[in-house]
């Protein structure tokens, strides 16, 4: 890295220093001393101080680059107090959240629904407070009505066990989203709730009651990077809990082709071998201590014909 910065500054630039510090040394310093002291017409050095008033020059330059760093990125990290006061100022809440709970929907072209949600709570993502939804109610491909059967199924298990409600209720997505989850609540007598949603396109944040004004923010906005990464966490969620029922229902179709192998069957196999493919390996005896030998049989027969196409068992 060093290299290349010193050849990206002093090659093509005006002005070649005699002497560059730097904190470490590296493979080609001599061969760029020697191309540095041409440019210039007098030797140039290129030194890695070990003590004295030039290593602690170079312990300042370092403290002051790190905290140019962190001032143009904001990493310094806020406390969960100050980042839950900068949640409430931006988004225009009546109080700080200690907890949002957040939501997205995943599918393939509206077959294999489900939806995720996860929690932020104190400064930090609480996972064993994290829920997997299968979509029950929502016929092909409709993001808006499967955010309000979550929502529903969600909040009215709250009111049920009297729990108590999170500081701020975010979707994935704009404002379709947003009025969707706004419906699910008010259905579930929740009115006036703090709820907000997320545009992956624009990253635009939509709060219930201000839809006309988005918040927009800097992108190096703290609260920003926590509303995307509590976003893309329930995303990922999603994805990954999608995915495995994809998975599940590819395997389970694929030993239900075989004729004479019922759900049950099916289910008892994968359970004992692991996966299809540790199905299809297996011996004929293995199959039968598991199955039965006419179970066995038929899935023997089947496996070593597939290719030849469908196959008949009597």
Known sequence: MFSSLLKQLYLDGQYVPARVHVPLDFEDREVLEEVLTQRRGRVVEIHTPQRGQKKALLDLVE????????????VLRPTSKQIQEALQETLGLEEPPRRIECFDISHTQGTDKVASMVVW???????????????????????????????????TRLKVEQRPMPGLVLVDGGLGQLHAAAEALEACGILNHPLASIAKREEWIYVLGQESDPVVLDRFSPVLHLVQSVRDEAHRFAVTFHRARRAKARVGSELGEVPGIGQATAGKLLRHFGSAAEVRRATEHELAQVAGRAAARRLKVFFGAHAAGPVEIS
């Open 63 to 74: 403290t002051n680059a790190r905290h140019s760093f962190d001032q143009r990125f904001r």
């Open 121 to 155: 709570e104190d400064g930090r993502m609480k996972k064993a407070d994290y829920r997997k939804f299968i979509i029950r109610t929502v016929e092909g491909n409709d993001d808006f009505a499967s955010i309000r059967e979550v929502i529903t199924r969600r909040y």
